[in-house]
Structures are given as structure tokens and as C-alpha cells.
């Protein structure tokens, strides 16, 4: 009996040293899941360790701003381009041109089909996009430039960006 008592508290014993050891595994499991995630080990230029932040070094970009997108559209991009393209009948082809390419650029290389449907809404553009049309077209208009130059420089654009080159009427 004396010998039963002692095995049974021997697997109690052992028993309650298995859940400690189990409760340790969970805890260093959740400790190490705690641990900061986004610092790491870096050499910087001097050959030195630093610890570095990643998500600090991240750009994040703006996802979606649908106000800033309007305003940067209709009150920058298109206002820009109403009163400094020449106006009237006789430059409406030449207007035509730079309005295409334009909505090319925004809409990431969408060109109007044989249907005249191009598939995509520059108004719904990225707005790091739009800011860099934005840039071109107050260069644009800074130098006092022609409306060849702005066709040019978006078109350029454009075929840099892999979304080619108009095609002729």
C-alpha cells in the first residue's frame, strides 16, 4: 500500500512536471511571438551593427483619398489645362491629343478603343499619379511652353512607362 501511495504521488509528480514544462513551451511561444517584429540587425556604411526599424524605413503611401483625388482632378489637373490650352474650334484636335494622352497617364496605359471606350476612369487615377502630371504640367506652363511641348513631355512619359504611343485618327 505504502509502495502504491509512493508511485501514485511519483505520477503525480511527474504528471505536474510535464504541464510545467508544457506551460513554459506555451509561455516562451507567446514571449517570442511578442517580440518586436519590425527591428532588426544592420551594417551600416561603416561596417558597424545598428538596430534598425523596418517599418519606420517603409513608405507607406496613402491609399485612397477620394476628396484629395476630385480636388487634384478637376481643381488642378483640368482648371490647369482649361486656361492655359489655347481655346476655340482651331485647337480642339491638338487639345484632343494632350486629353488623351493625359487620361493614358492616368489611367496607367488605358488608350480608347475603336469604340472610343478606354476601360479605365483617369479620375479614379492614383494620386501619386496625379501629382506627378500635376509637376509636368506646372513645369509646362512655368517655361511657357507650347502645346507641342506638353504633348511631348506626356507622351514621352507615356512610352517610358511602357503604355506607348498614341495611335493616329
Not at 509561455?27 to 517570442?32: G, S, W, Y
Not at 476655340?88 to 491638338?94: L, W
Request: aromatic share 8%; with cysteine; net charge negative.
Amino acid at each position: 500500500m505504502e509502495e502504491k501511495k509512493k508511485k501514485k504521488s511519483q505520477e503525480e509528480l511527474e504528471e505536474l512536471q510535464k504541464k510545467q514544462e508544457q506551460d513554459l513551451e506555451r509561455t516562451a511561444i507567446l514571449m517570442k511571438a511578442d517580440e518586436i517584429k519590425e527591428e532588426t540587425f544592420d551594417f551600416d556604411v561603416n561596417g558597424q551593427i545598428e538596430l534598425k526599424n523596418e517599418l519606420a524605413d517603409m513608405v507607406l503611401e496613402q491609399i485612397d483619398d477620394p476628396e484629395a483625388k476630385y480636388n487634384l482632378y478637376y481643381n488642378v489637373v483640368n482648371c490647369l489645362l482649361r486656361k492655359y490650352l489655347p481655346k476655340g474650334d482651331t485647337y480642339k484636335d491638338a487639345r484632343d491629343l494632350i486629353y488623351e494622352e493625359k487620361n493614358t497617364f492616368l489611367t496607367r496605359g488605358h488608350r480608347k478603343d475603336a469604340q472610343g471606350i478606354r476601360g479605365a476612369d483617369g479620375r479614379m487615377s492614383y494620386i501619386s499619379d496625379i501629382n506627378e502630371l500635376v509637376n509636368i504640367i506646372t513645369e509646362w506652363i512655368s517655361n511657357k511652353g507650347t502645346m507641342f511641348d506638353l504633348y511631348t513631355k506626356i507622351r514621352d512619359l507615356n512610352i517610358s512607362k511602357g503604355y506607348g504611343a498614341s495611335q493616329s485618327k
